[in-house]
């Protein structure tokens, strides 16, 4: 439980090469790269004409270039627009001319549009249009093989409904809360301060605000950067950054300081994390290249300088078993003045999460919502293997926390937000109709702001300063304009799966199932999602699992979950 601090080790590059030189390029390379073709240009008109020379070809040409190279330059560096543009002048128009022909390029020699590294082109190109506002429609119909296995589509209505009249809007908040909150169905998930930049942190709140849509804090703590007015959900992790102190060398909750910042106008809702998809039961990183300052004052790590990563505890020192987390979401919810309290988790045993049903049973404390995180979700940084092969798929776990739910009898006095790759309408509505009352998603947001998925957040490096503590990259990322795309980016995702939800006849989301989504599972045969359930994850009916109407696996799991609980004790 120790807030300890790790070095998971080394790389050694060799120096120079090309991808060292892109790196490295900034305005003070540009400008003396400047100086030096400006005085290539004078040497080569000075030799024709004392020399007698009857060619005027390159020193034209050479002034030419310079001339050119300066003017695109320096309007790279006075513009706010564009984040690559003020971070590498001129360097990054080459990137532009690449990605210009890379449509050709891929379709001729490489790879279709639709493969995924872990967001497809396609994906990303979407996300582009909307965070812009630019029409995103197509011309002449699907590219995809709707013979394929793995197919997927919704079922419409023959009598649909206006997208003005679905709602789009939630209210979380059980018996208990005295301050219920209305959230958006699509909102940021949590990534901290210090995984993303404080420029980018500021645009996800002032877009959220901006859009009345929550800014989940991420793990990192409540820093000056997330209280720009945007809703927030605070993410409280193992470190108890913003609500703990060091006692012992032991990161221990401190009730007060939870009390000061839960109280905060911004703060909506509090969300405990037991677990993150990408790395489940791990314990959340911060490399030590990304630990500044102002990091450092919003996480309580203390003076500089660091030089290992920052690694919270796995689990947490308030709490150890089921009972023990109903309590702690019963004390949080004092301390908040009624707020709506929940936790994250990815999930891992069935038995373990029925366990924590049982306890909610027994207590009588239920939490106001549940994040179920899938294994497909992003990270700043961890160790390959979990993010490969640990922890349940969103889809999976979501079904199985919702039947849970249902079949324990306690379906309505909890709210399921689930957070898995989504970002259009269409993947929010998918998640809808696996059991989520609200989805959240990371990356997409990200991409909202100009992520180009480099695949350097754990490097320091991000060349569009999102992901960056590089004070060289990330002052070239403008709040100002990149507010503005993660509004529109949320509208346009949630306007598309409105428009989605009409088409089926319905006008609330909750009311969307697994028999209005189909999949082929091959050539021949398609199945609705609730025919798709097999009998590890069956559709139960209300308090199946109470009156054992459960198939017999289930029931297995939820007897063992009762006995665990009460093995575990408070």
């Known amino acids: 439980m120790l807030l300890t601090t790790r070095k998971f080790g080394t790389t050694t590059r060799l120096a120079g090469g090309i991808p060292d030189f892109v790196e490295k390029w900034n305005p003070t390379l540009f400008k003396q790269v400047g100086a030096s073709l400006a005085s290539v240009s004078l040497l080569t008109w000075y030799l024709p004409f004392n020399y007698g020379l009857d060619h005027v070809f390159a020193p034209t040409a050479v002034t030419g270039f310079t001339a050119l190279y300066l003017s695109v330059g320096f309007s790279d560096l006075n513009q706010t627009t564009h984040t690559l543009r003020r971070n590498f002048p001129f360097l990054c128009h080459l990137r532009y001319l690449f990605e210009s022909i890379r449509p050709e390029i891929q ?4 790879e279709s549009d639709s493969d995924s590294t872990p967001f497809s082109r396609s994906m990303r190109t979407q996300i582009y249009k909307r965070s812009k506002a630019q029409s995103d429609t197509r011309a002449l119909g699907t590219m995809r093989n709707v013979y394929e296995e793995g197919y997927e589509w919704g079922v419409h209505s023959m009598f649909p409904k206006s997208h003005h009249d679905v709602e789009v809007r939630v ?4 018996p208990d809360c005295r301050q219920p909150y209305s959230a958006s169905i699509f909102n940021i998930s949590a990534m901290s301060y210090g995984a993303l930049s404080k420029q980018a942190i500021t645009s996800l709140n002032l877009g959220a605000k901006r859009g009345f849509f929550y800014h989940n804090t991420g793990e990192g703590g409540l820093s000056k950067f997330h209280l720009q007015g945007g809703d927030l959900v605070w993410n409280v992790g193992t470190g108890y950054f913003a609500c703990g102190s060091t006692v012992g060398g032991k990161r221990v909750f401190n009730p007060e300081m939870f009390g000061d910042n839960a109280n905060r106008k911004e703060v909506k809702m509090i969300e405990i994390k037991l677990s993150q998809g990408a790395k489940p039961a791990h314990g959340g990183i911060l490399p030590a290249d990304k630990i500044t300052d102002e990091i450092s004052e919003a996480r309580g790590l203390g003076d500089g300088p660091w030089t290992e990563d920052c690694a919270s505890p796995p689990h947490h020192a308030a709490f150890s078993t089921p009972l023990g987390l109903c309590r702690f979401i019963s004390t949080l919810r004092t301390l908040s003045n009624g707020k709506p309290i929940g936790f994250k988790l990815c999930l891992g045993s069935p038995q373990e999460f029925m366990a924590l049903v049982h306890a909610m049973k027994k207590t009588g404390i239920f939490p106001d919502f549940i994040t179920i995180d899938g294994s497909e979700g992003g990270t700043g940084a961890a160790p390959p293997e979990f993010q490969d092969s640990m922890g349940m798929p969103m ?15 306690v379906r309505d006095k ?10 259009n309408g269409f993947s929010l509505v998918r998640t809808l109709a696996n059991g989520a009352d609200v989805c959240n998603a990371a990356r997409s947001f990200m991409f909202s702001m100009g992520c180009i998925q480099a695949l350097k957040c754990n490097q320091n490096t991000c060349p569009t300063g999102i992901t960056t503590q590089d004070a060289r990259l990330n002052e070239g990322l403008d709040p100002a304009n990149k507010s503005v795309r993660v509004t529109n980016f949320h509208k346009a995702t949630v306007d598309a799966a409105a428009e989605i939800v009409a088409a089926m006849g319905l006008t609330r989301p909750e009311d969307v199932t697994g028999e ?12 609705s999602y609730n025919d798709m359930h097999t009998s590890y994850l069956p559709i139960l009916e209300n308090n199946a699992l109470v009156e054992g109407k459960a198939p017999e696996n289930v029931a297995r799991w939820w007897k063992e979950g009762g006995e665990l609980m009460e093995r575990m004790g408070e």
């Open 516 to 527: 209005h989504l189909w999949k082929r599972e091959n050539g021949i045969h398609i199945k």
């Open 107 to 110: 379709q001729y020699f490489i």
């Open 395 to 409: 889809a999976e776990g979501l079904r199985l926390v919702h039947n849970t739910l249902v079949g324990a009898g």
């Open 171 to 174: 209210n979380i908040g059980g």
């Open 414 to 423: 909890v709210k399921l937000i689930a957070a898995g790759k989504v970002y």
